[in-house]
């Protein structure tokens, strides 16, 4: 009986160092991912540091369209839309990610490289100076204690792989000592499951981010009041219209032109585009007064013959800049510390001809709190363009005057999906 013991009791000891063993892979404690019930071993982790989340409240902005209508009423519509609050407060921007034993991270590269299972969890943290402890909610918007996160069965750092989104649960973060305790629960955004438990040390590494961003020859299209456009059967004139035209992809300058510009995208669009919240500069051509008028988003309603299918809510400030303001400061500026008070003042740049165009300079605020510089560079007067219609039919029309321009502003803060 004593050797039966003596023998269970050895088989024991073997059956727990086996277990031990197989868990002896650089994982803490169990620290596991489990993605649609499968389970992953973690062996690393890192928190990667990019730059500040720069939150700016908005405010609801009402603006009084006032016009006479087609029964020659004088009418005012409220037109609501947003604009900068006085209020700005800066979050942490942490990735916390977490790696499969496939996969290793690399600091100088910031991004991870091998294959395997993979957690990243964006954090807005309401200490800028770490990761804070406590519990965020999956949230779409950038506010504080939200995350958002993103995750993979196979990544593989030499392939595309489209990960997962994570669109709803709540992340757990606490620390003791250089241990952290990190756990996630939330279900992806097609309902699969998804479990993170990770306890032990995690190295935080700097991620070098672009603060600022300068688009280059941006040409914006002056916005008129009204059109003439003369439409041709073969060389037989129909008739002629003034009707502003919502555009044609191909022919971009055929309507309203591409009078609006994009901070977030970085691109013009016309009056048509169906993303009207994404407009953050807008351009006029006072025709009588021979200029140019940088206009509110929310205002160019009332050169769109006060429709309400032309509403872009985002109200922006503008500011000529000082005669002092030279080639040099624009060259030199870092738009992420571009501090300038914004007086809203009515901008004008008026025009001659292309020849005798000076560069001038203008500050912007948006709506969203971006503060920047235009640095007007190029003016190209009025002229015509022509669109065939499958050979059947032509419009000759009139393209708005253009203005060409640098713009300077503060870089968006954008994380890869995974890193």
């Known amino acids: 009986m004593l050797k039966l013991n003596y023998f269970f009791a050895v088989l024991a000891s073997v059956l727990l160092l086996s277990a031990c063993s197989d868990n002896d892979d650089g994982t803490t404690g169990g620290s596991q991912i489990v993605l649609y019930d499968n389970s992953f071993n973690i062996g690393s982790g890192v928190i990667w540091q990019g730059n500040p989340y720069s939150i700016v409240n908005t405010v609801p902005y009402i603006w009084q369209d006032t016009y006479t209508n087609d029964n020659g009423e004088t009418v005012t519509d409220n037109i609501e839309g947003f604009t900068v609050s006085d209020k700005a407060t800066q979050l942490g921007n942490y990735t916390i990610s977490l790696y499969e034993n496939g996969l290793t991270y690399n600091p100088e590269l910031a991004s991870a490289k091998g294959k ?58 606490a620390k003791s000592g250089d241990a952290y305790h990190v756990e996630l629960n939330g279900k992806t955004s097609f309902g699969g499951s998804v479990a993170v438990k990770y306890d032990g040390p ?41 009707e502003l035209d919502d555009g044609n992809p191909d022919y971009p300058d055929f309507g309203t032109g591409l009078a609006f510009f994009s901070l977030t995208s970085g691109l013009t669009q016309s009056a048509s585009a169906s993303r009207k919240d994404m407009a953050d500069i807008a351009l006029y051509w006072d025709e009588a007064g021979q200029c140019f008028r940088f206009e509110s988003p929310i205002k160019m309603r009332a050169h769109l013959g006060h429709k309400e299918d032309y509403l872009f809510p985002c ?10 303001f030279t080639d040099a400061d624009f060259d030199n500026l870092e738009a992420n510390n571009f501090n300038t008070d914004i007086i809203e003042s009515n901008v004008e740049i008026p025009v001659t001809t292309a020849d005798d165009f000076k560069t001038c300079y203008v500050f912007f605020e948006t709506g969203r709190g971006v503060k920047g510089v235009m640095r007007l560079k190029q003016y190209t007067p009025q002229s015509m363009g022509s669109y065939d219609y499958y050979g059947v039919m032509t419009y000759n029309y009139q393209i708005g005057p253009k203005l060409l321009m640098d713009i300077k502003c503060p870089a968006i803060v954008s994380n890869p999906q995974i890193r």
């Open 116 to 173: 395997g299972a993979v957690v990243s969890i964006h954090l807005c943290s309401p200490s800028v100076d770490g990761v804070a402890e406590g519990t965020y909610t999956y949230s779409e918007t950038t506010a504080s204690n939200t995350f958002r996160a993103f995750c993979s069965s196979e990544y593989q750092s030499q392939k595309t792989i489209r990960p997962a989104a994570i669109t709803e649960g709540e992340v757990r973060v």
């Open 202 to 242: 995690l190295e935080i590494c700097k991620v070098p981010q672009q603060t600022s961003l300068e688009y280059t020859d941006v040409s914006m299209s002056g916005m008129m009041d009204k059109m003439d456009i003369e439409v041709y059967y073969g060389e037989q004139l129909l008739g002629s219209t003034t």
């Open 315 to 324: 109200h922006t400030k503008y500011m000529k800049a000082p005669e002092s």
